[in-house]
């Protein structure tokens, strides 16, 4: 079964800092996607970021950026110049068809 | 592009009636996904609808919950009867194909008292 792990329920970073969420995966697939979702109060998941398993170059979407290290099943979430607005519960999932999510990282930007 | 639309948004009954949340996923989009979201968890798939054919049902309590996509395009997730353990967000997601990104609606919220 595959299962994702996000071991910081909370964190904070300081506006205009940058900080880091990590994820780790396990999986049996050989082909597979990995994505970031944010969840604000309004409940509305939006994807942040989305990661092809057999792509080696790590994704990017402006402020945004992943680090993929596929050996070790980790794949972390990088955000720079953090905004009021990145105040949200964040989600790492992994796999094909179903997606598998983490329980989230509750992240406070602190002004 | 209008987003995924569900409804109601809150829903508060007791132990033992049924329920029913309804989802109309954005236009052309082939696969529909009914996600469970328990407090302090992560969404976990309840039903995947590929157009009108059920792809994924393995974690679907199908003693009391069901759920239909008769034509392709909208869905209803029905739940009866409820349990107090089913109160969580229902969140209704679509794609274009499985795989690609998930486009997800603002969820119905439900009390189980």
């Known amino acids: 079964a595959q299962t994702v792990t996000q071991s910081q329920p909370e964190m904070s970073v300081q506006e205009a800092e940058t900080v880091t969420l990590s994820c780790t995966y396990d999986t049996s697939e050989s082909n597979y996607y990995l994505f970031w979702y944010k969840q604000p109060p309004s409940r509305q998941m939006i994807l942040v970021i989305r990661q092809e398993a057999y792509k080696q170059q790590n994704a990017t979407e402006n402020r945004f950026s992943v680090n993929f290290q596929k050996a070790a099943k980790s794949f972390s979430l990088k955000i720079s110049d953090s905004q009021l607005g990145d105040t949200a519960m964040y989600f790492c999932?992994?796999?094909?068809?179903?997606?598998?999510f983490g329980k989230g990282t509750r992240l406070s930007v602190i002004a | 592009e209008a987003g995924v639309a569900q409804s109601p948004r809150y829903k508060i009954i007791e132990k033992r009636q049924s329920v029913a949340f309804w989802c109309n996923p954005i236009?052309?989009?082939?696969?529909l996904y009914w996600y469970q979201q328990i407090l302090g968890q992560g969404p976990k798939l309840l039903i995947q609808?590929?157009?009108?054919?059920?792809?994924?049902d393995s974690q679907l309590p199908k003693d009391r919950f069901s759920a239909e996509r008769l034509k392709g395009v909208d869905s209803t997730l029905k739940i009866q009867p409820a349990k107090l353990e089913d109160s969580a967000v229902y969140l209704c997601a679509s794609s274009r194909r499985p795989n690609e990104k998930l486009f997800f609606g603002s969820g119905t919220q439900l009390s189980v008292l």
């Open positions: 999932a992994s796999g094909n068809t179903p997606l598998v």
């Open positions: 609808f590929q157009n009108n054919g059920v792809v994924d």
């Open positions: 236009s052309g989009h082939a696969t």
